[in-house]
């Protein structure tokens, strides 16, 4: 993927994301803030909603940053680190939701809930291992080029999936 679309999807993904939020904001006051009583489903929406906003800062400087010549890139390997547990925090966040619907639409079906919660493992466990298992960004060191570098170098394979949490 080309550095300028990469830019570009994080910028739509931002501006959806607070477009969506600014829309919202009203009745996410109105129906969960206001009510006396708080519960699981609470507790997950608003990690769903707000640890969204938190991944999507260092995926930004992850992209947009701009290094100096002499930068040995040593913030890319942390901030890649972030960016991948981080969608997949979110991912399992809203896996739980889903499965927590899906059990309650099957009627409390244990089958269902067994082979959704076996899903949610497997998908957790590969997760896991594109994290911290692969290599994600390469040892470089900038090279005075015709065109500026922007963002870290090899930009990890979770990268298009955060697009997901949207």
């Known amino acids: ?8 999807i994080s ?4 501006a959806l994301l607070s477009y969506d939020y600014t829309l919202t904001f009203s009745r996410e006051i109105e129906l969960f803030w206001k009510r006396p009583r708080r519960s699981w489903p609470f507790v997950l929406f608003i990690a769903n909603r707000y640890l969204i906003i938190l991944s999507h800062v260092p995926s930004s400087i992850y992209t947009f940053w701009s290094p100096g010549v002499d930068s040995s890139y040593s913030w890319c390997s942390p901030l890649a680190l972030y960016d991948g547990i981080s969608i997949i925090v979110v991912q399992t966040i809203g896996a739980i939701i889903m499965t927590m619907r899906i059990y309650a639409l099957y009627e409390r079906n244990r089958c269902v809930l067994t082979i959704l919660v076996l899903l949610a493992v497997g998908a957790i466990a590969v997760g896991l291992w594109v994290v911290l298992l692969l290599p994600s960004v390469p040892t ?20 298009s999936v955060d697009t997901g949490t949207l």
């Open 1 to 8: 993927m080309s550095l300028e679309t990469e830019a570009s």
């Open 11 to 14: 910028v739509i993904q931002l």
């Open 140 to 159: 470089a060191v900038a090279v005075p080029t015709q065109e500026p570098q922007i963002g870290c170098p090899g930009k990890g394979a979770l990268s």
